[in-house]
């Protein structure tokens, strides 16, 4: 984005307001307030903005009847909608419920906020860059889902999905029901892209390990593998573009400088055209005395390689 996105919060919470606007602050938005809907229609009608987050229960006036007047003089504007009410979805109308862009039910995660936010940006500024073309409003893109895939094959561009608020609903809910699965399993989940830079871990990962999400996501993979060797990882990176898996022993560091013994299989995922490892990672009761490197279907012997 060439310019920090300015937004709309809609909300007569202070405590919330100004959680949010401090950790949208950090996240390169630009905040305004609004503690009313006559203040938001006021702001939202003779000031630019890329999204409104607009909070249903407004003390003047019905957060809906914002939304559809919202609607009607500014079609291209992603509104996000704050609600405590979990049965909203059943409560309004589908055709109003679907002028906004998404919504969601408090208590939700200030991640979920930054990503619908993101989202919604990028869809309103395409709409206004290509106000010519007839369009769906507010389109909402995805990318298809993370695969294992060898990245020597030809790259293909998927195609890009307009959502409608049900099925944008639906797919939040497969993210977190994935999400929890994932930080429900026993072993260690970490993902890094080719920087070694970890860009996602589970919980098994972060209570293994000993810190916290934003600790690790500042960490790259020497940092917490002492017998990491570049050569060797670069060997093993170009036996994954193969399309091949390999498993082995080696040794991870905790936060608090313990060494622990692992066993790690890990994978090439391929991701809107950039390459990621994934690494699944059983802690072991022992160093084995043998250390050993699998490549799909032979064995080879290695050092530990991090």
């Given at each position: 984005?060439?310019?920090?996105?300015?937004?709309?919060?809609?909300d007569?919470?202070?405590d919330?307001?100004?959680?949010?606007?401090?950790?949208?602050?950090?996240?390169?938005?630009?905040?305004?307030v609004?503690?009313?809907g006559?203040?938001?229609?006021?702001k939202?009608?003779?000031?630019?903005?890329?999204?409104?987050?607009?909070?249903v229960?407004?003390?003047?006036?019905?957060g809906i009847?914002?939304?559809?007047?919202?609607a009607r003089?500014?079609?291209?504007?992603?509104?996000?909608?704050?609600?405590a009410?979990?049965?909203?979805?059943k409560?309004?109308?589908?055709?109003?419920?679907?002028?906004?862009?998404?919504?969601?039910?408090?208590p939700?995660?200030r991640?979920?906020v930054r990503?619908v936010?993101?989202?919604?940006?990028?869809?309103?500024?395409?709409?206004?860059?290509?106000?010519e073309?007839?369009?769906?409003?507010?389109p909402?893109?995805?990318?298809?889902?993370?695969?294992?895939?060898?990245?020597s094959?030809?790259?293909?561009?998927?195609?890009s999905?307009q959502?409608?608020?049900?099925?944008?609903?639906?797919?939040?809910e497969?993210?977190q029901l994935?999400?929890?699965?994932?930080?429900?399993?026993?072993?260690?989940?970490?993902?890094?892209?080719?920087?070694k830079r970890?860009?996602?871990?589970?919980?098994?990962a972060?209570?293994?390990?000993?810190?916290?999400?934003?600790e690790?996501?500042?960490?790259r993979?020497?940092?917490?593998?002492?017998?990491h060797?570049?050569?060797?990882?670069?060997?093993?990176?170009?036996?994954?573009?193969?399309?091949?898996?390999?498993?082995?022993?080696t040794?991870h560091?905790t936060?608090?400088?313990?060494?622990?013994?692992?066993?790690?299989?890990?994978?090439?995922?391929?991701f809107q055209?950039?390459?990621?490892?994934?690494?699944?990672?059983?802690?072991?009761?022992?160093q084995?005395t043998s250390p050993?490197?699998?490549?799909?279907?032979?064995?080879?012997?290695?050092n530990?390689?991090?």
């Amino acid at each position: 984005m060439s310019q920090r996105p300015r937004i709309l919060l809609v909300d007569d919470d202070p405590d919330i307001t100004m959680a949010l606007v401090d950790y949208l602050h950090q996240e390169n938005f630009e905040v305004e307030v609004a503690d009313t809907g006559n203040a938001a229609l006021e702001k939202a009608l003779s000031h630019h903005y890329d999204a409104i987050l607009l909070d249903v229960g407004l003390p003047d006036r019905d957060g809906i009847e914002v939304l559809e007047e919202l609607a009607r003089q500014k079609p291209e504007l992603p509104i996000i909608l704050l609600t405590a009410f979990t049965s909203l979805g059943k409560s309004t109308p589908p055709d109003t419920l679907n002028k906004a862009f998404a919504y969601m039910t408090k208590p939700y995660s200030r991640e979920e906020v930054r990503q619908v936010l993101r989202r919604a940006v990028l869809g309103g500024r395409g709409s206004e860059s290509h106000r010519e073309t007839p369009a769906m409003e507010n389109p909402v893109f995805f990318p298809s889902i993370v695969q294992p895939s060898p990245t020597s094959a030809p790259r293909i561009k998927g195609p890009s999905y307009q959502l409608s608020l049900d099925e944008y609903q639906r797919l939040a809910e497969n993210i977190q029901l994935m999400q929890f699965a994932f930080d429900h399993v026993p072993e260690a989940i970490l993902v890094a892209d080719t920087n070694k830079r970890f860009r996602f871990a589970n919980q098994a990962a972060y209570q293994i390990l000993g810190y916290t999400k934003e600790e690790l996501q500042a960490l790259r993979i020497p940092d917490i593998a002492p017998n990491h060797d570049n050569q060797r990882y670069q060997d093993h990176l170009n036996d994954l573009r193969q399309g091949k898996t390999l498993s082995y022993y080696t040794t991870h560091r905790t936060k608090q400088g313990q060494n622990i013994p692992v066993e790690i299989s890990v994978y090439m995922l391929n991701f809107q055209g950039q390459e990621f490892t994934c690494a699944i990672t059983k802690q072991m009761p022992a160093q084995p005395t043998s250390p050993q490197r699998t490549v799909t279907g032979s064995r080879t012997p290695t050092n530990n390689s991090g």
